[in-house]
């Protein structure tokens, strides 16, 4: 059997076609080693007005604070029993559940208005949203499950499980988030947005935050 013998021709041919191959692979690592970012997109996500009103609301174990105007014995702080309740003076056990801090006021104030005082000012604040949850997890220093605050940006959710990691993708979070319709998922560029260069992003209670590890 006679061997076969490669010309010149064919070694050529080889040659720029490993040549070829090579410029693509280094094309690809250099693409895939650029940092990814998100669509301007992420600030068009419609706001749900169901919830952010269940985002502002009471529930148990949310600690909130009432004043009365010239009423110290009627001024204090509060925390929302597990059956959704709590015991204020004079009054006695109110249903605060699925409240907003503005319409416990308007609770109160009807409440002593209609027995003890003719026209009580009363203001009500929350002090700590311990019913409602946010997740951060991912290239993060500490992931985790962290209270939500009134108007809660990514910026601050990311800031609280300590910050990006070496490793993180700074400019892909991406938010999960529970929706009538269905799960929705946005990616949001937080390094932009914490350097200015981007509008923030603001959260809902039960949004969760992945931090992608950037590919290198």
Do not use: H
Request: proline fraction near 5%; charged fraction near 20%; aromatic fraction near 6%.
């Amino acid at each position: 059997m006679m061997a076969k013998v490669t010309t010149s021709n064919e070694c050529s041919k080889a040659w720029r076609l490993a040549e070829a191959l090579l410029l693509t692979a280094l094309v690809l690592a250099a693409a895939m080693g650029c940092s990814t970012t998100a669509p301007s997109t992420y600030n068009n996500v419609p706001v749900d007005s169901r919830l952010a009103v269940q985002a502002a609301s009471l529930g148990a174990g949310d600690e909130f604070e009432v004043r009365v105007y010239e009423e110290v014995g009627l001024s204090g702080s509060f925390v929302v029993s597990p059956t959704g309740q709590f015991d204020y003076p004079l009054l006695g056990s109110l249903t605060v559940e699925g409240l907003t801090p503005q319409q416990v006021a308007g609770l109160i104030r009807s409440r002593l208005a209609s027995r003890y005082m003719r026209q009580p000012y009363v203001v009500v604040q929350v002090k700590t949203l311990n019913s409602k949850k946010i997740i951060v997890l991912g290239e993060v220093k500490s992931p985790g499950r962290f209270n939500y605050g009134d108007r809660m940006t990514i910026v601050e959710a990311v800031t609280l499980a300590g910050g990006f990691t070496t490793l993180a993708e700074r400019n892909y979070a991406i938010v999960t988030r529970g929706e009538a319709a269905g799960t929705r998922r946005v990616a949001v560029p937080v390094e932009k947005i914490m350097q200015g260069l981007a509008a923030n992003f603001l959260l809902q209670p039960g949004d969760i935050v992945f931090v992608p590890e950037t590919i290198l």
